[in-house]
């Protein structure tokens, strides 16, 4: 049976880079809207009805415009935007997440992807504070580099019509109010938001985020060995996925810290570094914010839902 996806927003960056990684599939039907009709919202609703899952790339407003223009119970919804992360009757789009996570979104209705930044947080900390190895109520301070793709088409114009001259490293989210917060809490299983601090790199894609972990005060310090393999038993679990953890190694630098290192693909690793000694440890992610961030995590998602293979369209 062939499913039919319609892309509300496909001319948007999440929206583009989906579209090409579902150009060649035979099992879809691909609809697309007119571009004199995208801000119809009569035509946007004749689409969203019709289509068997719509994918929102859309900014927030716009998405709760269009989940409201269905009409049916049959239109199965992933949104892109941050608009439904949190929301009661929304599963969240990370697939490795928990070990049932991926089947949880295969049977939803509506799947909430997750943003960019979350992801590197949720992978590093989620399976310590379930393991006992965090205290739930640790003070997370989270930081990293991202791609100015992130920032989606004014960042990207902005940025590449500076050229040379754009800002190499500028942090940003300086009154520590970013609206990743309330995901970023609710799914690392935290009872407080992190202190986040991100900032965005004159490249085009990719992204690399850091947790430093100061240990030496909680009742029962984790090693080095115990994190890693408590990282690596977890996402070990989630079959098929594409989250894997690097080998623990006493490294003072690594060429593999690179933020554009998994750029085109779908995955995302975590190295562990530690020093026990000083009860002293980081987890950092590297992954494409427009892929496993992004575009990438919403086809996996696709492809969970319509029951094929989760690697399908994706490069690992």
């Given at each position: 049976?062939?499913?039919?996806?319609?892309?509300d927003?496909?001319?948007?960056?999440?929206g583009?880079q989906?579209?090409?990684?579902?150009?060649?599939?035979?099992?879809?039907e691909?609809l697309?809207?007119?571009?004199?009709?995208?801000?119809?919202?009569?035509?946007r609703?004749?689409?969203?009805?019709?289509?068997?899952?719509?994918?929102?790339?859309?900014?927030?407003?716009?998405?709760?415009?269009?989940?409201?223009?269905?009409?049916?119970?049959?239109?199965?919804?992933?949104?892109?935007s941050?608009?439904?992360?949190?929301?009661?009757g929304w599963?969240y789009?990370?697939?490795?997440?928990d070990?049932?996570?991926?089947?949880?979104?295969a049977?939803?209705?509506?799947?909430?992807?997750?943003?960019?930044?979350?992801?590197?947080?949720?992978?590093?900390?989620?399976?310590?504070?379930a393991?006992?190895?965090?205290?739930?109520?640790?003070?997370?301070?989270?930081?990293?580099?991202?791609?100015?793709?992130?920032?989606?088409?004014?960042?990207?114009?902005?940025?590449?019509?500076?050229d040379?001259?754009?800002?190499?490293?500028?942090?940003?989210?300086?009154?520590?109010?970013?609206?990743?917060?309330p995901?970023?809490?609710?799914?690392t299983?935290?009872?407080?938001?992190?202190?986040?601090?991100?900032?965005?790199?004159n490249?085009?894609?990719?992204?690399?985020?850091?947790?430093?972990?100061?240990?030496?005060?909680?009742?029962?310090?984790?090693t080095?060995?115990?994190?890693?393999?408590?990282?690596a038993?977890?996402?070990?679990?989630s079959?098929?996925?594409?989250?894997?953890?690097?080998?623990?190694?006493?490294?003072?630098r690594?060429?593999?810290?690179d933020?554009?290192?998994?750029?085109?693909t779908?995955?995302l690793?975590?190295?562990?570094?530690a020093?026990?000694?000083?009860?002293?440890?980081?987890?950092?992610?590297?992954?494409?914010?427009?892929?496993?961030?992004?575009?990438?995590?919403?086809?996996?998602n696709?492809?969970?839902?319509?029951?094929?293979?989760q690697?399908?369209?994706?490069?690992?």
């Amino acid at each position: 049976m062939t499913a039919r996806v319609f892309i509300d927003g496909e001319a948007g960056t999440t929206g583009l880079q989906i579209r090409e990684r579902l150009a060649m599939r035979h099992d879809l039907e691909l609809l697309s809207i007119p571009e004199e009709s995208r801000k119809d919202a009569a035509a946007r609703a004749e689409y969203l009805n019709k289509a068997d899952v719509a994918i929102l790339c859309l900014p927030d407003a716009a998405a709760k415009e269009s989940v409201a223009l269905i009409e049916n119970d049959t239109t199965r919804v992933i949104d892109a935007s941050s608009a439904h992360r949190v929301a009661d009757g929304w599963a969240y789009g990370f697939a490795e997440m928990d070990a049932d996570q991926a089947d949880i979104i295969a049977a939803a209705m509506r799947v909430a992807n997750p943003g960019c930044w979350p992801q590197g947080l949720i992978a590093a900390v989620r399976p310590l504070i379930a393991g006992g190895l965090l205290p739930s109520d640790y003070p997370l301070t989270f930081h990293g580099v991202s791609g100015y793709s992130g920032g989606g088409k004014g960042m990207i114009a902005d940025y590449e019509s500076a050229d040379a001259s754009a800002n190499r490293f500028a942090p940003y989210a300086l009154g520590f109010n970013h609206k990743h917060l309330p995901e970023m809490t609710e799914y690392t299983l935290a009872e407080a938001a992190p202190l986040f601090s991100p900032a965005v790199g004159n490249y085009y894609k990719g992204m690399l985020t850091v947790v430093p972990l100061n240990l030496a005060k909680l009742d029962k310090v984790p090693t080095g060995e115990q994190i890693h393999a408590a990282l690596a038993d977890h996402f070990a679990s989630s079959a098929g996925g594409f989250v894997d953890v690097a080998p623990l190694e006493g490294l003072e630098r690594s060429d593999e810290l690179d933020p554009q290192a998994l750029n085109e693909t779908n995955r995302l690793r975590l190295h562990v570094f530690a020093n026990d000694a000083r009860a002293q440890a980081a987890i950092i992610a590297v992954y494409d914010n427009l892929g496993k961030g992004a575009s990438g995590a919403a086809v996996q998602n696709l492809n969970l839902m319509l029951g094929v293979d989760q690697t399908t369209s994706l490069a690992a």
